[in-house]
């Protein structure tokens, strides 16, 4: 079958989560990806792991293999002259430039656009920064816990109960999966006006703005309400609360009144269920102290899956606490093929999660392993007509 | 800029709920597409019943959270119970490049606008389904609400304070998550349809995209049969890091000492410059190991001024750190109003309210916020006029059968 855009040539300057999975999106649909590491360490997150038997190596990061698939890697040192000379050649083949390097070092890898722009005019370039190319804060360094709170996340969740504990981000770097979304949204976007255009242009992502994108209904408290969005505040409905089982961790999810009554059916209509302080979503909601002991002491006794199987049946939408070995186990998850396992010529087998939508047409595919350290420099650069040894005597790739 | 919109011409019919399906089509309106919300009074949107209402007064077109997220769209007012309004529907989806729905699997085929039928309606039609299990295997007909995606997930066995339950992430994570890789999806659909003339069906599952955004755990689990244990806001390789109580009521300021020479502007920061020389705490990996102390040392720092000073202070040292920003902190954020995030565009119920805008520039292609989200069914007429070709006669006729509510 063919694939969505395999006419597509990226060049990826990334270091980390954000440009490697916005070009990760593109490479799993059939774009022609090459990656560019520095030479020594190469990308951050060769060294951040896991590793089979928590054991560092390069070539064996289940993050940086998961995020690299579908993509040829070449070593090129950006703050030689040469180097960026090289990256000028290799962008003027391309389509698409994205790139994650921090505004302050833009011009010193010779990711200029004005530049690279007045050679190759149908180039798009794709800019990720923290708080983006401009404004007052666009100096500024963000890491995931550093964006995540200042795109105004992390406020939004802790425990109501504890005051005295910090608002709490999500686990992995998520500010930089969002930040990576959005530059596939707005790369496709620019590479789609150029169909009309036949001209490239600079788009810009800050990931600030990414995450203050997704702030639910919580921002527009404050221009609609002048009210403060806190992670202190009692949820007004219940029960929407994890609860311990015997054998792990429910999630329950009851919005509507009748996904209550359902639940109280399940758990034989036990006489406390009819309190007047649980007559309905709000009174729960406003009576969780007393609600949660009951409910806790019932599920106790529960196996999870028993539990969610009993409630889905009814509509309620309950769902377990997946851990980890829980996905990988799922019959559902198997019979939709979800996990991909990837052969790596160093980390051997790896199963990392696959395809995230099932295109009718163009299929999303896993087709090779990610680079190993320079794999593809002496291959890539052939293409555009230099010789990587004389390069590397260079120390530039 | 103001040049052209990069998806203009291109429209899509949006039988979206809630916030997943919304969300993904709010992308394609930020990029110039005509996207038209398919409603109805008898059954509206959650999110125009949800607070926050405008000066706390209901009204279905008073929600912050509809207003947010339907922005730049059209609202179209059809019950889907009725022959009349599927008619007028299928019409709608034919005149459309882009059908985007988020029902349960199957509710779109027993209306007759299922892929089988609209496919024959239009050749080249692009149809997304964003459901939480996918339309198939064994749990497709599972329900699936926005909470419980994020357990569901795997992502709240991961996050939480040490030692603590498993905690959610305080959004509904899997609905903008799910929303954009839709965009993706259709993007890249639209493009290979661009340059092919073939159509397709995209069959989209939240948890599944959601487990892509997780890799860092699941191959912990694939490569060593284990999973991070619940950390709070700590990393495995940096050190100090996490969200530091500051001063003032219920103030944070997040930092992150991303390496050993960030360390050094740290300490000479908060002017402790000995610390840098100190073998206790000079190297990552002897700060990962008294961690506890160690953040004592950062929070009788940040302790003793505001989360807005710490963050110049340690910012200028070149050491990342931010407020815990609350709504009100981003609404009044000098950055993001000084580069024009916000928008602030008329709405004929709410008035002039600030809402969120786009996270991207485009040095050329005009891709903006178009106008304040629809009042419902605010574009009937106009849409079936001239999008599914009725006449004035016709519409009225609809309007008799009750279809157009």
């Known amino acids: ?397 | 800029m103001a040049g052209r919109a990069p998806l203009a011409g291109v429209r899509v019919a949006d039988f979206t709920w809630v916030w997943a399906g919304p969300f993904c089509t709010l992308q394609l309106a930020h990029l110039g597409a005509e996207v038209i919300r398919v409603e109805t009074a008898t059954r509206p949107c959650v999110t125009r019943l949800l607070p926050p209402f405008a000066d706390f007064e209901p009204g279905p077109n008073r929600s912050g959270y509809f207003n947010q997220y339907n922005q730049g769209k059209k609202s179209i007012a059809l019950d889907l119970k009725r022959p009349e309004a599927i008619e007028a529907a299928q019409r709608l989806c034919a005149a459309s490049d882009v059908v985007v729905e988020n029902f349960a699997a199957g509710v779109m085929e027993r209306m007759g606008l299922g892929w089988e039928v609209l496919r024959r309606l239009r050749a080249d039609l692009i149809m997304i389904a964003l459901s939480g299990y996918g339309a198939t295997g064994p749990d497709s007909d599972k329900v699936s609400y926005g909470p419980a995606q994020v357990p569901l997930s795997g992502m709240s066995s991961v996050t939480g304070y040490r030692g603590f339950p498993p905690m959610h992430v305080g959004i509904s994570y899997g609905d903008p998550t799910g929303g954009l890789h839709g965009a993706v999806a259709v993007l890249a659909a639209l493009l290979h349809r661009a340059r092919t003339g073939q159509g397709q069906y995209i069959d989209l599952s939240q948890w599944e995209t959601s487990m892509a955004v997780l890799p860092e755990a699941i191959c912990g689990w694939t490569m060593n049969g284990a999973a991070p244990e619940r950390d709070g806001n700590r990393d495995a390789h940096m050190a100090p890091h996490g969200v530091f109580r500051a001063a003032g009521e219920d103030r944070w300021v997040a930092l992150a000492v991303e390496d050993d020479a960030a360390w050094t502007r740290f300490a000479a920061a908060i002017g402790r410059p000995e610390l840098a020389s100190d073998p206790r705490w000079a190297t990552a990996a002897a700060r990962k190991q008294s961690e506890d102390e160690l953040e004592e040392i950062v929070t009788a720092w940040t302790g003793a001024r505001s989360p807005e000073e710490a963050t110049a202070t340690l910012q200028a040292a070149g050491v990342a750190a931010f407020t815990a920003a609350t709504n009100r902190d981003l609404a009044e954020d000098p950055h993001l109003n000084a580069r024009g995030f916000f928008v602030e565009l008329p709405h004929p119920v709410v008035g002039t309210r600030k809402h969120v805008g786009v996270p991207w520039r485009m040095s050329e292609s005009d891709c903006r916020v178009r106008g304040a989200a629809p009042c419902l069914g605010a574009d009937t007429e106009q849409v079936l006029r001239d999008v599914c070709g009725y006449g004035a006669a016709e519409i009225t006729r609809l309007r008799e059968a009750r279809a157009l509510v």
């Open chain 1, 1 to 397: 079958m063919p694939a969505a855009l395999d006419q597509l040539q990226v060049l990826e300057v990334g270091s980390g989560v954000a440009a490697a999975y916005g070009a990760k999106l593109l490479a799993d649909l059939g774009a022609q990806v090459i990656k560019v590491e520095p030479p020594g360490g190469g990308d951050a997150t060769r060294a951040r792991g896991p590793f089979p038997g928590d054991v560092p190596h390069p070539e064996k990061s289940g993050l940086f293999l998961y995020l690299n698939a579908n993509k040829r890697g070449i070593t090129l040192d950006l703050t030689r002259p040469r180097g960026r000379e090289v990256l000028e050649r290799l962008a003027a083949r391309a389509d698409l430039l994205v790139h994650d390097v921090h505004p302050r070092e833009m011009a010193g890898r010779g990711l200029d656009y004005e530049r690279l722009s007045a050679m190759h005019p149908a180039l798009v370039m794709t800019s990720i920064a923290p708080f983006g190319l401009g404004g007052p804060h666009a100096g500024y360094r963000g890491p995931d816990v550093v964006t995540w709170s200042a795109g105004g996340v992390a406020a939004l969740n802790g425990e109501p109960t504890r005051p005295d504990l910090p608002p709490l981000k999500a686990f992995g770097d998520q500010s930089s999966f969002q930040a990576g979304l959005n530059a596939a949204i707005g790369s496709l976007g620019a590479l789609f006006a150029r169909l009309a255009t036949g001209r490239g242009e600079h788009v810009e992502v800050c990931t600030q703005e990414c995450l203050a994108a997704i702030l639910e209904l919580t921002f527009e408290f404050w221009p609609y309400c002048g009210l403060l969005a806190s992670r202190l505040g009692a949820k007004p409905i219940q029960p929407l609360c994890f609860m311990e089982c015997r054998d792990g961790w429910i999630f329950l999810c009851c919005v509507e009144e009748h996904q209550w009554k359902c639940l109280v059916d399940i758990m034989g209509k036990p006489e406390w269920a009819s309190m007047e302080l649980f007559a309905d979503r709000l009174s729960r909601g406003a009576n969780f102290d007393a609600l949660q002991g009951f409910l806790q002491e019932w599920c106790r006794e529960q196996s999870v899956h028993e539990l969610y199987e009993a409630a889905q049946r009814r509509r309620v939408p309950l769902a377990p606490v997946s851990t980890m070995g829980d996905l990988l186990a799922s019959p559902h998850l198997r019979a939709r093929g979800f996990f991909a396992a990837i052969e790596h010529p160093v980390a051997g087998a790896v199963t990392v999660p696959g395809a995230p939508y099932k295109l009718s047409a163009t299929p999303w595919t896993l087709r090779a392993p990610a680079p190993c350290l320079g794999q593809h420099t002496a291959e890539v650069l052939a293409e555009i007509g230099l010789d990587a040894a004389a390069l590397a005597r260079e120390a530039v790739v």
